[in-house]
């Protein structure tokens, strides 16, 4: 794991601007993942606890979006020097680097996890470590929303992404993954892909028990 993440943070490193630049408009062009957020959002005010982690935040666009929807968000990330730009761009609000298999957060302490493509990197095998440690950073009935590329086939599919490797999954799958992992998912949502690659854009929102 550590040497699959090294690569990630080295490739992420090297592309921050052009990576932020892409990506400032806050979801304005994309509005189904935008929406996504935004019940995300509602649902966990609902919850009471608006303490929410963007995790693989990036440049920080949507950690700042969720801020904006009324959650107590902070930002982490593999790459430092995503971590910088995030603090930047947006100094009113917390950016750490973290590692997703080991989040500097309590048990039980967040009403929410964002992960929006931030686990497309990793590995099949490695998940389950990963998707333990935002069940164990979840209160009951915390919220987590994964955005990632899906595949209407059987398996995950490793592609040449244009950062780094990164992999597809079928919806039905993922999901089989989050309810290993102790999570309900309850809403999905997968529409046409925007991009050559031809794979649907997939979110899924799940709560813990």
């Given amino acids: 794991m550590l040497r699959h993440q ?18 400032s408009d806050q979801l304005e062009t994309r509005p189904f993942a935008r929406n996504m957020i935004g019940t995300f ?3 966990v005010r609902g919850t009471g606890n608006l303490l929410v982690a963007d995790v693989g935040c990036g440049p920080g666009h949507l950690t700042a979006m969720l801020h904006n929807l009324g959650l107590d968000a902070f930002g982490l990330d593999l790459s430092p020097a995503m971590v910088d ?7 009113a609000l917390r950016f750490d680097e973290a590692r997703m298999e080991a989040l500097p957060v309590e048990d039980g302490a967040l009403g929410g996890v964002l992960a929006h493509y931030s686990m497309i990197h990793t590995p099949p095998g490695e998940l389950p ?8 950073v ?3 009935g915390g919220l987590l929303l994964v955005s990632l590329f ?3 086939g059987t398996e995950p599919v490793r592609f040449d992404h244009k950062v ?3 992999y597809s999954w079928p919806a039905d799958q993922f999901a089989e993954l989050l309810a290993a992992a102790g999570l ?3 809403a999905r949502l997968l529409h046409d892909p925007a991009t050559e690659r031809g794979f649907l854009d997939t979110h899924l929102l799940a709560r813990r028990p």
Avoid: I, K, N
């Fill in 164 to 166: 780094t490797p990164a």
């Fill in 138 to 140: 979840l209160a009951p």
């Fill in 129 to 136: 470590a990963l998707l333990a440690e935002q069940v164990r």
């Fill in 41 to 43: 959002a509602e649902l």
């Fill in 184 to 186: 309900v998912t309850f």
């Fill in 85 to 91: 730009h995030a603090r930047r761009a947006h100094p």
């Fill in 150 to 152: 899906g595949t209407e």
């Fill in 6 to 23: 090294d690569e990630t943070r080295a490739a992420y490193d090297g592309v921050v601007d052009l990576y932020a630049s892409m990506f």
